[in-house]
């Protein structure tokens, strides 16, 4: 299929090939098969950057493997209210965890050379996507944990809090940054030229491309399009290079062809936008390379990269108490012992074990999403002696 749609981009007049993107923010998620990771609030907990670094080198190769270079990875939101419905892409509450763990940039790009100059996007080989930090910026400080919503802070709230990660994904090499559906103190991100154009481009250099979410510029206003001439033409000229702009995209050539000839988008910002994109496709050796590579196939849902999603499991795992009594912990259980109970209904169903981003933008709510099956039930129950009884119910009452 991508390689379907790369065809159709060569064969137009310049010849430019595309790029194709999705969203592996946990392995290649959307793909039947492919190796499934910890979310990001798991990833937080395990405090180990390395393990993330290795997390998006296989999830690099897995999405590289389907012909796909570009993926909307990592979030780097810093959740500050659990109510938020992406806290779960969210690595932590802490600033200082988020920046330790866009280390998983160099997994997914590669590490640039010692001598590589700061803030220029990097893409280390065939095996390595684009990257996209996002969503730029404080989408997880919104007012009662509101998604698209209002931050409400004040300027060194928001370089003190929501901006380090960015500053540390720019510093490695990080090629693409998307800008968030949010606002701060009541103006919407897709229209912050002060934010977008002055701070990251200017002020930390930032010489990748700025993208925007998936109907971002739709959604500056409400209901959703209304007036959207003028949102593409706030939200171009305050700095978004590329638009993601599903499904209506005759509408935005109309359009945006018309604000160019009437002058109402200066050349000099087209320019900005194409330069660097072309930064970008030239760096990763797209045109050189455009197709997919079918070489890479056996590298997806490989036993190396099983094996290190469940060192990530292990290692994201948070024990808040263990029992009443310290001197006599209740874990770990006997694996010989009358009888278990297994309690919750995410105990023995794979797609709630997953959540979000797998297979489905929801998920599923089931155990037949992937080939892998081993919910927590079964697991618990090949782990046991055969004579302990494993008892399971989804909501246990004081007779279980």
Request: net charge positive; proline share 5%; charged share 20%.
């Amino acid at each position: 299929m991508v390689n379907d749609y790369q065809n159709g981009s060569l064969s137009s007049r310049l010849g430019i090939p595309m790029m194709y993107a999705i969203d592996s923010v946990h392995g290649h998620n959307s793909l039947y098969k492919a190796t499934l990771f910890p979310h990001n609030v798991g990833l937080g907990a395990t405090r180990d950057p390395e393990l993330v670094r290795r997390i998006g080198a296989a999830t690099a190769v897995e999405t590289r493997a389907t012909g796909i270079p570009y993926a909307f990875a990592p979030c780097i939101a810093v959740c500050r209210d659990p109510r938020w419905g992406r806290c779960y892409e969210s690595y932590s509450e802490d600033h200082k965890i988020v920046e330790q763990m866009t280390d998983i940039i160099y997994g997914l790009q590669g590490e640039p050379p010692a001598n590589a100059m700061k803030g220029v996007p990097y893409i280390g080989g065939k095996d390595k996507v684009v990257a996209c930090a996002k969503h730029f910026v404080g989408d997880g400080g919104t007012i009662r944990g509101i998604d698209e919503s209002n931050t409400l802070t004040d300027w060194k709230g928001l370089l003190s809090i929501h901006m380090p990660g960015y500053y540390h994904s720019i510093i490695k090499g990080v090629s693409t940054i998307m800008v968030s559906y949010s606002s701060w103190n009541g103006v919407k991100m897709h229209s912050n030229r002060n934010l977008v154009t002055q701070f990251l481009k200017t002020n930390l250099k930032f010489r990748g491309f700025v993208i925007s979410d998936w109907q971002g510029v739709d959604r500056m206003t409400y209901p959703w399009g209304s007036n959207y001439s003028n949102s593409l033409l706030t939200a171009i000229n305050a700095g978004v290079d590329m638009v993601m702009v599903p499904p209506n995209h005759t509408e935005f050539l109309r359009i945006m062809t018309s604000h160019v000839n009437n002058k109402l988008i200066p050349m000099s910002r087209i320019d900005d936008a194409v330069k660097r994109i072309l930064r970008v496709k030239f760096t990763m050796g797209l045109f050189d390379n455009p197709l997919a590579d079918y070489s890479l196939i056996d590298q997806i849902g490989t036993q190396a990269h099983k094996d290190l999603a469940r060192e990530a499991v292990r290692k994201s795992l948070v024990l808040l108490k263990n029992g009443k009594d310290v001197k006599n912990p209740m874990l770990p259980l006997p694996k010989k012992t009358s009888k278990i109970l297994v309690a919750g209904s995410h105990a023995n169903n794979l797609g709630l074990q997953c959540g979000g981003w797998t297979i489905t933008w929801q998920g599923l709510n089931t155990n037949n999403l992937t080939t892998w099956n081993h919910n927590i039930l079964n697991a618990i129950s090949s782990a046991v002696d055969p004579s302990t009884e494993i008892v399971y119910s989804a909501n246990p009452d004081v007779n279980h």
